[in-house]
């Protein structure tokens, strides 16, 4: 496994050793104790599964209140995305920073995005499929979005016209939210 730091604090790219040969591959796309080696501690608790038909669909920019936040581990699949976190904890010295990276069935790459951070993905191919790795439980009643084109966080989607839900077609600007994270260093 291959642990890449990226210009965030505490968000990491991560790729799997992949094995393959004539029959197909094989990779781990997830280890507690390979992770903990490379100083990371996370405890997963919940495994989501999305799936997007049209390339140009976006999903975003969500995130969990207080207490419900939650720590991610996100990868493509099948298909690929441009995959967005906006760090958002109040005091960090990349507060409203984002990162985009591709993620992909045939990159095998993952983010791993820590609590406090705003998340969302836009297709760049049809048939996506996108999976989650939580560390708390989906709070609905903590449940929030911040509007995918806020310029105030200035995220270049590579898009004007999204496919959007009507949550986040609807969602609040950044300066409407209840947005309460603060950094800790890990």
């Known amino acids: 496994m ?5 210009e965030i604090p ?18 781990e796309s997830w ?15 919940q495994d989501n599964h999305s799936f997007s038909a049209a390339k140009g669909t976006l999903r975003g920019l969500h995130f969990q ?5 939650q720590a991610k581990l996100v990868r493509c699949s099948r298909g690929a995305v441009l995959d967005v976190a906006v760090d958002m904890r109040k005091g960090s010295p990349t507060y409203k920073k984002w990162i985009s990276v591709e993620l992909s069935a045939d990159n095998f790459r993952q ?20 999976l989650y790795k939580g ?29 959007l839900s009507e949550k986040d077609a609807n969602a609040p600007l950044l300066c409407g939210s209840d947005i309460d994270f603060v950094y800790h260093k890990l």
């Open 65 to 69: 209140k207080g207490e419900a936040a």
């Open 135 to 163: 560390d708390n439980f989906y709070n609905a009643k903590e449940d929030r979005s911040i509007l995918w084109n806020d310029p105030e966080l200035g995220v270049d989607w590579g898009i004007t016209n999204p496919n």
């Open 31 to 45: 280890s507690e104790r390979k992770m903990e080696e490379a100083g990371l501690y996370y405890h997963f608790v």
């Open 2 to 6: 291959n642990v890449i730091e990226t």
């Open 10 to 27: 505490d968000l990491y790219i991560i790729e799997p050793k992949v094995f393959g040969d004539q029959r197909g591959w094989f990779f």
């Open 111 to 130: 983010l791993l995005i820590p609590r406090g951070f705003l998340h969302g993905f836009l297709t760049l191919t049809d048939d996506v499929e996108f």
